[in-house]
T-cell receptor, first 114, second 114 residues
Framework: GAVVSQHPSRVICKSGTSVKIECRSL??????MFWYRQFPKQSLMLMAT?????????EQGVEKDKFLINHASLTLSTLTVTSAHPEDSSFYIC??????????FGPGTRLTVL | AQSVTQLDSHVSVSEGTPVLLRCNYS??????LFWYVQHPNKGLQLLLK??????LVKGINGFEAEFKKSETSFHLTKPSAHMSDAAEYFC????????????FGTGTRLTVIP
């Protein structure tokens, strides 16, 4: 099946710093990539949807200036958490989609903000 | 509108006994339905999917699910639980045709007792 990677797998940063998370589709070109956030023992919450070369579409309640998404190519999307605070600590998961409705998920990135 | 209800937040079974994880959905369209599994601190892995073909869908690791339109259900089953099946399971329904988004259930944590 299609493979999606994320880097880093975990990151610890100080409050006020920015963190960038990369999401790559390794063996297919993703027309659309998605970013999710998952709190402990909860389901995934869609944060934003991005199409290559266009601005991301953010879900209601997600601050676009706080969570910057760039989808520069058909195989790479990045999520930058700007001026991170402890409440931003979470598990961030990306997914990628080619044509069909099925999404392929990355392994996730654990962000801890001290 | 699309929604998913996973009826049990936690299911506990003994190793070697059958597994039943229940899922009911609501959809204004002919949906695609998925079951994903998530092991601790890992991303989501697709177990199986229904996309309007055969109503009994076989997935990986011995899992299968049956799409029952009359009951709006898509329950996940496995004849014999293995210790490695212990994980979080998510039932997911697709959005409107042409839309990108998926709707996630709240998850069912499966515990397998030796």
């Amino acid at each position: 099946g299609a493979v999606v990677s994320q880097h880093p797998s975990r990151v610890i940063c100080k409050s006020g710093t920015s963190v960038k998370i990369e999401c790559r589709s390794l063996d297919f070109q993703a027309t659309t990539m998605f970013w999710y956030r998952q709190f402990p023992k909860q389901s995934l919450m869609l944060m934003a949807t991005s199409n290559e070369g266009s601005k991301a579409t953010y879900e209601q309640g997600v601050e676009k200036d706080k969570f910057l998404i760039n989808h520069a190519s058909l195989t790479l999307s990045t999520l930058t958490v700007t001026s991170a605070h402890p409440e931003d600590s979470s598990f961030y998961i990306c997914s990628a989609r080619f044509i069909a409705v099925e999404q392929f998920f990355g392994p996730g990135t654990r962000l801890t903000v001290l | 509108a699309q929604s998913v209800t996973q009826l049990d937040s936690h299911v506990s079974v003994s190793e070697g006994t059958p597994v039943l994880l229940r899922c009911n959905y609501s959809s204004s369209y002919s949906p695609s339905l998925f079951w994903y599994v998530q092991h601790p601190n890992k991303g989501l892995q697709l177990l199986l999917k229904y996309t309007s073909a055969a109503t009994l869908v076989k997935g990986i690791n011995g899992f299968e699910a049956e799409f029952k339109k009359s009951e709006t259900s898509f329950h996940l089953t496995k004849p014999s639980a293995h210790m490695s099946d212990a994980a979080e399971y998510f039932c997911v329904v697709s959005g409107a045709p042409g839309a990108n988004n998926l709707f996630f259930g709240t998850g069912t944590r499966l515990t397998v007792i030796p």
